[in-house]
């Protein structure tokens, strides 16, 4: 309570000296804060760094493999009949495509019924998969089969229900052409060898259906399957599907209409996907020298550094970097990235000289080979590979930026620690003042209290003596 009150009897301002003098044992607090704030600013650079060198190495690896490359674009003189696409495997190449027919699938429809009523057919409806011989009258080669119960009470809706529940490698639906319902019954897959057969031998109860099979010739209601026929270069293949799939390597051809003139279909090196491949690497580059330029910087206007201005580590990552940049590479017929249009400018960055870049697009395997020659050899294998390992010898668990954010975060608890024990200091130090300023305050307030008692005798004895 004393404490609380200090100079409240000698008028000393026991609270204002003491708060003083703690600022004074304050003082290095400033000093660390100012350090913490500065580790705290540069370990958030090496984490944008870090992030930035995983992105490069990520864009470097791709130029250091075949997939940077490896990408084709594909063209046909006639989309609509015939539509191409080249996968990561395709090879520049060029060839016709004469389509004589289109694959289907097997069909077979019923007699028509009143929407909605009931079929009045009673029986089980077999289902046989397998193929039908390319005879006039067709020979039916069977496989498995699946059997579904008709009651007299079935729907043409409900015998569908049932057969698509059977999962019987068939599709059913309805077919309504005004007043009646049709029972169509499909497969599930194009081709000659995905064809059914129905009702073998033929239940009678079944009749009223009217579902008939090719081998019934003239009767035989619905279509037969075929296979997609078609001539590549003057070669005749076949497909059970109207998608041919790597019939050309790494090519995939969808057979859309039959063709009258063969489309000529063309496969070449997609130099666009290229392009934005190595701009992409140009770019992550850019973007970390960037950031190590401006965290290193100093600006004479201002008298100000960035915040990791004459940091040794930075400043050799920065060096190394652009140093590795500058280097070459053996086995192309490129040597260094400014002989394919990566030219290095005066502030440390990359840029595209779009001229060179095209030529040297007309060199496909030299231009991958500048980037992707593993010669064993840091120092002479392709930009790719150089950048790609370097990249990721940084972010590693023991790597340059990894070690060095590890360190920040070492200094910035240490200086927590430093902080804590200066404030701890100063408690114990405003705690000691407070004792001895507060006792000094009682002594004074002791003192000017028998100072007033002293006067006022004097004061009574004068007036006593007169």
Known sequence: ??????????????????????????QPLKQLQTKASTFQTQLSLYGKIKSQASALGDAAALLAGASGWNSQKASSSNATAVGV???????????SVDVQQLARAQSAASAGVAAAS????????????????????????????????????????????KINSANAGVVATVLRDGTNER????????????????????????????????SDGVSFVGQTAMNAEVKINGVPVSSATNKMVDVVPGVTLQLNQLTTAAAEVTVENDVDAITKNIQGFVDAYNAMNTTLADATKYTAATKTGGPLQGDATTLGLQNVLRSMLGSTSVGSTFSYLSDVGIERQTDGSLKINTTKLTSAQQDIPNLKALFATDNSNKLTNGFGLKVRDFARGLVAFDGLVSTKSTALQGAITRNAKDQDR?????????????KQYSALDAQMAQLNGLSSYVTAQLAQWNKSSS
């Open 1 to 26: 309570m004393a404490i609380s009150a200090t100079g409240v009897g000698s008028g000393l301002d026991v609270q204002g000296i003491v708060s003083q003098l703690v600022a004074i044992e304050k």
């Open 85 to 95: 696409t080249a996968g990561a495997t395709a090879v520049a190449t060029a060839f």
């Open 118 to 161: 009931a079929v009045g057919a009673t029986g089980d409806l077999k289902i046989e998969l397998g193929s039908w011989s390319a005879d006039v009258l067709p020979v039916f080669s069977a496989g498995s089969s699946v059997s579904v119960t008709v009651d007299a009470t079935d729907t043409i809706s409900s015998i569908a229900s």
């Open 183 to 214: 029972l169509v019954i499909k497969s599930a897959a194009t081709g000659t060898a995905s064809g059914f057969r129905l009702n073998n031998p033929a239940e009678a109860g079944l009749a009223a259906l009217g579902i008939t099979n090719p």
């Open 422 to 434: 200066v404030t701890d200091r100063a408690a114990r130090v405003e705690v000691q003042l407070l």
